[in-house]
């Protein structure tokens, strides 16, 4: 079993700056690309930002030069540096990771965090 803890979400005003964070923890052989997504009210979930084993980064439109993701692979945890935050930033935002597990079979999963809320007002 793996778990995802997400930890950083809150309220800021528009300029403001977060950062998230999402720590792995259970059973696994490794993790291969981390992310972020979020979910505005009444919308789909949108990816925000991912990053490779090796450091290969890729952002979405609305967040380029705003927004970087960075990990640590020694801790199991990716990173979400939000910065210049606007109104429509704000949403539950959602990191991801796709795992190599034991079990049954190795194979390789993906699993969520549990979803983190920032709000940006204006």
């Known amino acids: 079993q793996v778990q995802l803890v997400e930890s950083g979400g809150g309220l800021v005003q528009a300029g403001g700056s977060l950062r998230l964070s999402c720590a792995a923890s259970?059973?696994?052989?490794?993790?291969?690309?981390m992310g972020w997504y979020r979910q505005a009210p009444g919308k789909q979930r949108d990816l925000v930002a991912t990053?490779?084993?090796?450091?290969?980064?890729n952002y979405a439109d609305f967040v380029k030069g705003r927004f970087t993701i960075s990990r640590d692979n020694a801790k199991n945890t990716v990173y979400l540096q939000m910065n210049n935050l606007k109104p429509e930033d704000t949403a539950v935002y959602y990191c991801?990771?796709?795992?190599?597990?034991?079990?049954?079979?190795?194979?390789?999963?993906?699993?969520w965090g549990q979803g983190t809320q920032v709000t940006a007002s204006s």
């Open positions: 990053i490779t084993t090796d450091g290969i980064t």
């Open positions: 991801k990771m796709t795992v190599t597990i034991p079990f049954p079979i190795i194979n390789v999963a993906d699993y």
């Open positions: 259970g059973r696994f052989f490794g993790i291969n690309v």
